[in-house]
């Protein structure tokens, strides 16, 4: 089986560091291979990447390693056709996260 990457949003990043997880964003800035994005908690990260980005919607979900508490190593993205719920997101990622169901969701 492999690996479960977890939704998380800025203030659950830093648990992850080393790990790989998805993040739910909407892009707000983006540079030749960094990318500033809003999580759903209203936080923002910065995703880096190497040569094509992927990116082709404001509203995306990056799969990526993370490095450190802000910041996320692109692997991959899920580019959103419509607008995202960020707040109906975030819910669901705390819920998730909620150590009642956290092992349940992710066993």
Same mark, same amino acid.
């Given at each position: 089986m492999s690996e479960i990457n977890p939704r998380v949003n800025s203030a659950i990043l830093p648990r992850f560091i080393g *790990? =790989?997880?998805?993040i739910p964003c909407k892009v707000l800035t983006t540079t030749d291979n960094t990318v500033t994005v809003q999580t759903s908690d209203g936080g923002e990260i910065l995703v880096k990447y190497s040569g094509d980005?992927? #990116? +082709?919607? +404001?509203?995306?979900? #990056? &799969?990526?390693?993370?490095? /450190?508490?802000?910041? @996320?190593? *692109?692997?991959?993205? &899920?580019?959103?056709?419509?607008?995202? /719920?960020?707040? =109906? @997101?975030?819910?669901? $990622?705390?819920? $998730?996260? /909620?150590?009642?169901?956290? +092992?349940? @969701?992710?066993?």
């Open positions: *790990k =790989m997880v998805r980005g992927g #990116i +082709s919607s +404001s509203y995306v979900e #990056i &799969i990526g390693q993370v490095l /450190d508490e802000t910041t @996320v190593r *692109k692997a991959g993205v &899920i580019n959103f056709e419509s607008e995202l /719920d960020l707040q =109906m @997101v975030d819910r669901v $990622i705390r819920l $998730i996260h /909620d150590p009642r169901f956290f +092992s349940t @969701v992710y066993s």
